[in-house]
């Protein structure tokens, strides 16, 4: 009998599943594991101001890996208010944007973590709802915050695995969610400015 060579925090391979490059996704995570410093991204959003409560995010170039990436193409957002709240309603709003943000994230993560397992999906559905009050960002009260006052996710999920395991995927989903650990515990923004006259 051989010894165990292999090093103790590397994860097994497994096929592919869901749409999920299996293998690339566990050779990501042991190749990361061995180079922490490769663990470090920066991602990046530019906006521009097009006319009313429009504008345009572009999202292309990012740190990772240790040097700079590029999308295979640049990706844009639109954002806008709709009528009632004095926009063109050209596109969602800002908050509409990051109630998509959480479910794409964790989406993503159900996906990831189901494959990872060996669990094939059939069918997953989520919904974010959150609740606002507009008299913050009006300025009609400093009592409300500007913000959501609450948000409610909810999943519908579907596999070839009992309903614990299934549960399971969303609360580890959850607990490895970036955009869902940002909303919850908070990050330091800055907001710097430069003039042009």
Known sequence: MQPN?????TKPARLPLNGVDTPNLMATINFVAGQPELAKFQFRAHNEWIEGTHS???MHGFYGAGQEQ???KPYYADSDH???????DNAPTPVEWLLH?????LMSGVANIAAARGIKLTRVKCSVDGDIDLR???GISDEVRNGFQNIQVSFEVEG????EKLTQLVEQARARSAV?????KGVPVTVGIKTIQ
Not at 101 to 105: F, I
Not at 160 to 163: G, K, Q, V, W
Not at 180 to 184: A, E
């Open 70 to 72: 590029k999308h295979e």
């Open 5 to 9: 060579t292999k090093p103790a925090n």
């Open 136 to 138: 913050g960002i009006l």
């Open 101 to 105: 943000a959480l479910a794409s994230c």
């Open 160 to 163: 070839d695995a009992p309903a």
């Open 56 to 58: 345009k995010s572009v």
């Open 82 to 88: 709709p009528a009632i709240l004095c926009g063109a």
């Open 180 to 184: 869902f650990d940002v909303l919850t």
